[in-house]
């Protein structure tokens, strides 16, 4: 088991590199097993829900080589079997991908049921409604899901509710259907839109992306022999981004889209956060004399506030001035680290989709469970600002998605040290 031993109280100041999006690349990586030839995907970034991916690809016959840190050129032509069985396949929810993708190769797919982090039921009913009106017959029985259709051709489906997962799985099994495809409602993520540029890329035609109806034309082949870099992870810059105001300090996240990040740059800047907006920097501090104010949060697919902050945003209303609140719209049970942080000193009472969260929190150390990625990520934000020493076990759910999280934390001025106990 690792943790992660934090001694906090001290501003966080300086510059930190953002690597690519977690996913983003999941969904680009799991779109390569769909292509007729090699491809070369950069920008990704070193965390753990990758390299299980990648290794996933291995187990199933694909030619993985990691040219260098971040760069990995992929053929997907040499995967030798539609069954991806393996138990690595239960440890990432990104792992569902491949349903599509093999799918659209090979006209037929057996998966075992995807992982992922446990913030209530995690379905897959919008993934099976496209797959089905695409002519796919699909069935789960034994934990293992079954999709096969003669002949992938073109359709429409709506989806009934917002869904990254199921836009991005329908894409990928409709990009060599036979004829047109129409997603409608689908989601406008920045990771949506990075999936079709690089199908597209490949030789596909998708159109749409980014907006709620995505067109897909299929192709009989899709050459790639290309190479695609990813976007920059929004959920890794708007943690760095909200550590500046939370710990009094002054954070400049470099290598970023500021559009992708608008969601949490207005709320900063309702709350009295000076956030400042370059190129491909956004520089986030507290002016001399200001105080931060809190503010009410819900979260929505994108461009609304994302639910993958909602964690980091809450730990940022314990300290606000005033009364905050943060509603959560897309998971039922996303607030299992507020009992963490009332250890901490926080003051917050949850109903439902509800947080109401009592400013002016003194927070203090304590130790601590990372039960899910941004929730554990939360924690060590929490620590980062409480005074005295916080303890955060099973940190490698953090280290899932947050590329050298130790690194860039020290480099910013944290007291942070990751330890490996029995
Ligand atoms: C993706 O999960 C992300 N994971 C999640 O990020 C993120 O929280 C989520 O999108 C929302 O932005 C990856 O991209 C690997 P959804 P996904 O399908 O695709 C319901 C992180 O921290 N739904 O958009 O699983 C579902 O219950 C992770 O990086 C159905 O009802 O999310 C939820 O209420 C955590 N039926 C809503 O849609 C379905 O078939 C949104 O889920 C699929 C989803």
């Given at each position: 088991?690792?943790?992660?031993?934090?001694?906090?109280?001290?501003?966080?100041?300086?510059?930190?590199?953002?690597?690519?999006?977690?996913?983003?690349?999941?969904?680009?990586?799991?779109?390569?097993?769909?292509?007729?030839?090699?491809?070369?995907?950069?920008?990704?970034?070193?965390?753990?829900?990758?390299?299980?991916?990648?290794?996933?690809?291995?187990?199933?016959?694909?030619?993985?080589?990691?040219?260098?840190?971040?760069?990995?050129?992929?053929?997907?032509?040499?995967?030798?079997?539609h069954?991806?069985?393996?138990?690595?396949?239960?440890?990432?929810?990104?792992?569902?991908?491949?349903m599509g993708?093999l799918l659209g190769?090979f006209g037929k797919v057996a998966l075992?049921?995807?992982?992922?982090?446990?913030?209530?039921?995690?379905?897959i009913d919008?993934h099976l409604k496209g797959f089905e009106a695409l002519g796919a017959k699909t069935e789960m029985s034994?934990?293992i899901v079954s999709c096969e259709a003669e002949e992938l051709t073109?359709g429409?489906v709506?989806?009934?509710?917002?869904?990254?997962?199921?836009?991005?799985?329908i894409?990928?099994a409709?990009?060599?259907a036979?004829?047109?495809?129409?997603?409608?409602?689908?989601?406008?993520?920045?990771?949506?839109?990075?999936?079709?540029?690089?199908?597209?890329?490949?030789?596909?035609?998708?159109?749409?992306?980014?907006?709620?109806?995505?067109?897909?034309?299929?192709?009989?082949?899709?050459?790639?022999?290309?190479?695609?870099?990813?976007?920059?992870?929004?959920?890794?810059?708007?943690?760095?981004?909200?550590?500046?105001?939370?710990?009094?300090?002054?954070?400049?996240?470099?290598?970023?889209?500021?559009?992708?990040?608008?969601?949490?740059?207005?709320?900063?800047?309702?709350?009295?956060?000076?956030?400042?907006?370059?190129?491909?920097?956004?520089?986030?501090?507290?002016?001399?004399?200001?105080?931060?104010?809190?503010?009410?949060?819900?979260?929505?697919?994108?461009?609304?506030?994302?639910?993958?902050?909602?964690?980091?945003?809450?730990?940022?209303?314990?300290?606000?001035?005033?009364?905050?609140?943060?509603?959560?719209?897309?998971?039922?049970?996303?607030?299992?680290?507020?009992?963490?942080?009332?250890?901490?000193?926080?003051?917050?009472?949850?109903?439902?989709?509800?947080?109401?969260?009592?400013?002016?929190?003194?927070?203090?150390?304590?130790?601590?469970?990372?039960?899910?990625?941004?929730?554990?990520?939360?924690?060590?934000?929490?620590?980062?600002?409480?005074?005295?020493?916080?303890?955060?076990?099973?940190?490698?759910?953090?280290?899932?998605?947050?590329?050298?999280?130790?690194?860039?934390?020290?480099?910013?001025?944290?007291?942070?040290?990751?330890?490996?106990?029995?």
């Open positions: 088991m690792r943790s992660y031993i934090i001694k906090g109280g001290n501003p966080l100041t300086g510059h930190v590199k953002i690597g690519g999006s977690k996913n983003a690349s999941l969904a680009v990586l799991s779109a390569a097993m769909a292509l007729d030839g090699p491809c070369i995907i950069d920008n990704l970034p070193d965390i753990t829900d990758l390299s299980v991916l990648l290794q996933i690809f291995s187990d199933i016959g694909a030619t993985v080589e990691y040219l260098e840190p971040g760069k990995v050129r992929l053929d997907a032509t040499t995967i030798n079997t069954e991806v069985l393996h138990d690595r396949v239960t440890q990432i929810r990104g792992s569902y991908y491949l993708a190769r075992r049921m995807p992982g992922g982090c446990d913030f209530g039921v995690r379905p919008l034994y934990g073109g429409g709506f989806l009934d509710t917002v869904s990254v997962g199921a836009t991005v799985n894409m990928l409709a990009v060599k036979k004829g047109k495809t129409v997603i409608d409602n689908a989601a406008r993520e920045p990771h949506i839109v990075d999936v079709a540029n690089f199908l597209n890329a490949m030789g596909a035609d998708i159109r749409g992306a980014g907006t709620d109806v995505i067109r897909i034309n299929g192709r009989p082949t899709l050459p790639a022999n290309k190479e695609y870099t990813v976007i920059p992870d929004q959920i890794e810059a708007g943690t760095y981004m909200i550590l500046a105001p939370l710990t009094g300090g002054d954070i400049t996240v470099e290598g970023v889209i500021p559009k992708h990040m608008e969601p949490l740059s207005a709320k900063l800047v309702e709350m009295g956060v000076e956030v400042e907006e370059g190129d491909d920097t956004i520089r986030c501090y507290m002016k001399e004399g200001s105080s931060l104010q809190a503010a009410s949060f819900k979260t929505m697919p994108y461009p609304g506030f994302p639910t993958d902050l909602q964690p980091q945003a809450t730990v940022l209303l314990c300290v606000a001035e005033g009364t905050g609140r943060m509603i959560e719209n897309v998971w039922e049970n996303r607030f299992q680290y507020v009992d963490a942080l009332r250890l901490m000193g926080a003051n917050i009472i949850t109903s439902g989709r509800l947080a109401v969260v009592q400013g002016n929190s003194h927070l203090t150390g304590s130790q601590v469970t990372a039960r899910d990625l941004r929730a554990g990520a939360a924690l060590v934000m929490a620590g980062l600002a409480a005074r005295g020493t916080t303890k955060v076990l099973d940190i490698e759910r953090v280290e899932r998605g947050y590329e050298y999280f130790v690194e860039k934390l020290t480099r910013l001025g944290a007291r942070i040290e990751r330890f490996e106990s029995e």
